[in-house]
């Protein structure tokens, strides 16, 4: 019995180094933290990775969870990228120093209102918020444009949302910077208090609409298009409102290098690789989002940015509003 | 509660019984090693303590507010509704099978402990994708049914995943109560009722007591069920808040309320036990069993099935169709082999690790007791029944700031789950010590073997039995844990659990199925041969 259990150790042993002995040191490797899913980022870093030769380890979570943990980790984290869903996470590397400032050249690939302001992450691509509804039973001239309509009573129950995904939490972010802190938590309470249908995520609550489950849900623009490439036709419909508010939002994912990255060239080719024409177009036609990056154009299905009317908003400002908005959403009781 | 898997099931387990060489006095190697694999543990903890002291007056005003106290009340209140439940559930359940004559009642006994094998987010799982919104009702009916999450549908998922826990305790106590008592009561004109109120229930009270706080402590510390039914209480707001916010401080704070929950309902269940009164290991003779009228039996079985068709049928046959219907409309499988290496990996490393941890603790326990020895063990114990949300959080702190490389690495990963489980295997492996008679290795001191030559040739081989079924315990629990997992794991590690939790998040429950098959496999079959079996024998 006692050989058995050495043998048994042994094995483990061998499985453990197979598992984690990968990332020793080699000079082309990195580390990515992703805040944005694996369905979406794995075949981007594929890509890369035949392109250019650079092993790429992925840690994926939500886009908070992963900055906390870069501020938390310090100079000891093993991250060379972190590659966000939202200003606000990239935001809070920023502000704690844990970004070193970028190329020049990167900056200049994209509008320098999708980026930080001190140069330190880059905007990748863009998601537009928007109220995606059921069209054989919805009107579409019922739709308000702004997010402000749907507290009211004619939308009890069927206005769906997923409080605990990171988009939401930067939407209302947005809206504390836009509205204030008071009026945001009205409008929290008040889609409580029209007891909205809460889902896990985004595309849940699209898949949810084109089935008659819900009337409308507000998500990311680009959710319904990759379900339409999935399916075909779909009854759910996208609505962006152009009001003005946060609801007309048009938030950058984005990338910035870690200060302590021993691995910053190859970091470096892999943000260019990000903003250059084959990611850039993965964006636009595959995973349907806004390209950023300077002359590429958005998949012909979606309405040009320059239609969406976007609120003026100092990303870099988001950061500070993330936790408020956590707990506004919290106190309004929708978590 | 003799048999040594009795007492793995009960993590606070009376001390293993008296000893001859109570003072003989540990060498300092001994101590030293005892010492070595339990204070490490406690260095995350402390740094958590240490964290919420140097908290921001923020933070505080945090703590003091309103909404926490809602949550402290919610959370209790969830935690008094699920025990109430499933002790009911529970002593209901072990007095049918044992004092009526219901028919099959061996049949019954060992359906109604089968529940114990499937973890409670497997279970959650198991309700909302048969009748939540995009579930297998909904999908064939086209009828949405009202919503099953929230606080009542989570409450009944819990009760049903730890009602085993209490039958299996209270059935092993009622068989050894001698029936000649009941029986006399009910001669004397007392009905049924009463005479299991009057007579029955007082002598079960102890086993009751400590099984439904360990349902208790359980409930607090759940963590798939609740996130997945979606019911605000301690462990799923921390991870809400460690997922949603950058400052973590708020979770650590909470963390620690729930840590000090914990221990007071830990310390509760000594208590309780201290008080609890030990009854002759055999009942003289077996009961007459109660002849149930047909409307009674009627009710009896109903009761029975209900419960079984809850707690273990209905989740079997989700899932089951889930798999089959994801076979059908093309290989949305999507079984991931990394995932079983990961499950199979973590599980045996952790395993083995508190295996070799366990042995000092045990002996220590067992042939040097003390008062260090019995800290140690005490430590051992509150380890284990410390939420794994809170102690994976401070583990993070701790980690991510002061051990560099280790973080986010296999190695630290397996020593956490050796060290959340450790009482199990050193549990194990003290009745195996027990069950030694010391003057064995007494006399082969007197031969000439030193310490360590005795212990390799003597104790070694007695204990490894017990020993490998305390580590078979520490794989089971390892292969189902998963909130530690979810904010440890090393990059690209992937385990059943996670698998399982993260798919069923996306609900996609035709992908969720096959790992939580295989998860319910895995974990069938040792739990059977390990507790459920050798209880049906008590």
Known sequence: ?335 | MTSSTADQLNPAAPEAGTLRNEDAAAPTWLWVAGVAVVLPALIPVVALVGRVIGASDAAWDALVSARTAQLLARSIFFALVVTMTATSLGVAAAWITTRTDIRYSRVWSTLLALPLVIPSYVLALSFISFAGPRGLFADSTGVSLPSISGFWGAAVVLALATYPYVYLVVRSTIVRIDPSLEEAARGLGSSAAEAFRRITLPQLRPAIAASSLLVALYTLSDFGAVSLMRVDVFTRVIYAQYQGRIDRTPAAVLSLVLMLIAVTILWGESRSRGRSVYFASQAPRPPTRLGLAPRQRTAAHAFLSITVGLGLALPVLVLVAWLLRGLTTGGVIDMRWGAVLGSLSGSVAAGLLAMIAAVPVAVLAVRHRGRISRALRATVYAIFSLPHIAVALAVVFFASRYLGGLYQSFVLLAFVYATLFLAQASGATEAALTQINPSLEEAARGLGDNRLQVFRRITLPLILRGLMAGGALVFLTTMKELPATLLLRPTGFDTLAVRVWSTANELSYARAAAPALLLLIVSAVPMYYLIIRPRQRV
């Not at chain 1, 197979?18 to 990195?30: E, L």
């Open chain 1, 1 to 335: 019995m006692i050989r058995r259990l050495v043998v048994l150790t042994s094995l483990v042993a061998v499985v453990a180094t197979a598992c984690g002995g990968t990332d020793d040191g080699a000079a082309d490797s990195i580390t990515v933290y992703s805040g944005r899913s694996e369905e979406l980022v794995a075949p981007l870093i594929e890509l890369f990775e035949e392109a250019s030769g650079i092993e790429v380890e992925v840690r994926y979570a939500e886009s908070a969870e992963l900055a906390a943990t870069i501020l938390e980790e310090g100079t000891n984290t093993p991250a060379d990228v972190f590659f966000a869903q939202d200003p606000a996470s990239l935001g809070a590397v920023a502000l704690g120093g844990h970004f070193r400032a970028l190329d020049n050249a990167l900056l200049d690939k994209v509008d320098p209102g999708f980026s930080d302001d001190a140069g330190r992450w880059v905007g990748v691509s863009g998601r537009a918020r928007v109220v995606v509804y059921d069209s054989g039973k919805v009107d579409s001239a019922t739709l308000p444009a702004t997010e402000d309509g749907f507290t009211e009573a004619a939308w009890a129950g069927r206005l769906a949302v997923a409080p605990t995904n990171g988009s939401f939490l930067a939407f209302v972010a947005a809206k504390i910077l836009i509205d204030g802190e008071a009026a945001t938590l009205r409008w929290l309470e008040g889609i409580k208090a029209n007891d909205a249908p809460t889902y896990p995520k985004n595309s849940v609550i699209v898949a949810a609409v084109n089935d008659g489950e819900v009337d409308a849900g507000l998500v990311n623009h680009y959710y319904l298009f990759r379900l339409q490439d999935e399916v075909g036709t779909t009854v759910a419909a996208n609505h962006f409102m152009t009001g003005g508010g946060a609801g007309s939002l048009v938030m950058p994912a984005g990338a910035g290098i870690l200060a302590g990255s021993e691995n910053a060239a190859a970091a470096t080719e892999f943000i260019e690789f990000l903003l250059g024409a084959e990611a850039q177009a993965f964006f636009a036609d595959e995973t349907f989002e806004y390209p950023l990056a300077n002359g590429m154009d958005p998949n012909e299905a979606l309405p040009p940015l320059g239609d969406l009317n976007p609120p003026q908003l100092r990303l870099s400002d988001l950061a500070g509003a993330l936790d408020r908005a956590t707990d506004l959403v919290a106190t309004a009781g929708l978590l």
